[in-house]
C-alpha cells in the first residue's frame, strides 16, 4: 500500500497534467501579437552605404487571393484602392531610420526616423515621410481609453516623391519592401502582385 506522501505527489501530478492537457484542447481568447505568429509577419530591409545605415520595419500581407492594387468599380474591390493612403504594409505603419542624410527620388530627407506612407495609382505614386511614430496603421490608440485616433497628419508630411510603378513578370504573393545595392547608393524597391515601384537613394553629407 502507497505512503501518504507518495500517493500525494502522484495525485497532484495527475491534476496538473490533467489541467495542461485541458488548457491545450480548448482555444485560446486572447489575441496573438507576436510578430512570428501574425498572419502578416514583420520584415525588416537594411543596407549599409557609406557611413549611414538604413533599416526599414514593415509588415508583410498575403495577396490570399485578394485583388491588391486597382480603381473600385462596381462588383469588385481592391485592398489597397488607387488615389487612396495606404500603410505600405500590414499592422504597424512602415518606419524607416537613417543614420544619416539621404537623397531619396532627387530630394533631401535628414536623418532620423519617419513613416512610410504610399499613394498608389496606375501611372503614378506617391511616397510619403512623415515624423510620426508608433502608429498602429493610420492612428494612435490612447492608453487610458484604448481608442484609436487619427494619429498621421498629412500634413507634417516633411518629404512626398513621385514613382513610376512597373508590371512585375509574375505575382508577388507577400508584399516586399527591398533595399537593393547600385552603383550610386541603393534602390528602394516595393514588389506586390504584379506592380513593382522604385525609388533610388543615396547617402549624402
Known amino acids: 500500500?502507497?505512503?501518504?506522501?507518495?500517493?500525494?505527489?502522484?495525485?497532484?501530478?495527475?491534476?496538473?497534467?490533467?489541467?495542461?492537457?485541458?488548457?491545450a484542447a480548448q482555444p485560446g481568447t486572447a489575441q496573438d501579437l507576436h510578430p512570428s505568429r501574425r498572419p502578416?509577419?514583420?520584415?525588416?530591409?537594411?543596407?549599409?552605404?557609406?557611413?549611414?545605415?538604413?533599416?526599414?520595419?514593415?509588415?508583410?500581407?498575403?495577396?490570399?487571393?485578394?485583388?491588391?492594387f486597382g480603381t473600385p468599380e462596381a462588383g469588385k474591390t481592391y485592398l489597397v484602392p488607387f488615389?487612396?493612403?495606404?500603410?505600405?504594409?500590414?499592422?504597424?505603419?512602415?518606419?524607416?531610420?537613417?543614420?544619416?542624410?539621404?537623397?531619396?527620388?532627387?530630394?533631401?530627407?535628414e536623418a532620423g526616423t519617419y513613416s512610410i506612407f504610399t499613394v498608389p495609382g496606375a501611372e503614378r505614386w506617391e511616397?510619403?515621410?512623415?515624423?510620426?511614430?508608433?502608429?498602429?496603421?493610420?492612428?494612435?490608440?490612447?492608453?487610458?481609453?484604448?481608442?484609436?485616433n487619427p494619429g498621421y497628419d498629412e500634413t507634417a508630411d516633411i518629404l512626398r516623391v513621385p514613382a513610376t510603378p512597373h508590371a512585375s513578370a509574375e505575382d508577388v504573393d507577400q508584399f516586399t519592401i527591398e533595399l537593393r545595392p547600385t552603383s550610386s547608393g541603393a534602390d528602394l524597391v516595393?514588389?506586390?502582385?504584379?506592380?513593382?515601384v522604385r525609388v533610388p537613394m543615396q547617402s549624402v553629407r
Open 127 to 148: 511616397i510619403r515621410f512623415n515624423p510620426a511614430l508608433g502608429l498602429d496603421g493610420m492612428n494612435r490608440q490612447d492608453p487610458t481609453t484604448g481608442e484609436f
Open 40 to 68: 502578416s509577419p514583420v520584415g525588416i530591409a537594411k543596407i549599409n552605404m557609406g557611413d549611414t545605415y538604413v533599416k526599414i520595419t514593415y509588415g508583410r500581407p498575403y495577396m490570399r487571393g485578394r485583388a491588391i
Open 1 to 23: 500500500m502507497r505512503s501518504g506522501p507518495v500517493l500525494l505527489r502522484t495525485t497532484l501530478a495527475g491534476a496538473v497534467a490533467l489541467v495542461a492537457v485541458s488548457l
Open 190 to 196: 516595393l514588389s506586390w502582385e504584379r506592380t513593382e
Open 83 to 109: 488615389g487612396e493612403v495606404w500603410r505600405t504594409g500590414a499592422n504597424e505603419a512602415t518606419e524607416i531610420t537613417t543614420t544619416g542624410p539621404l537623397q531619396v527620388g532627387g530630394r533631401r530627407l
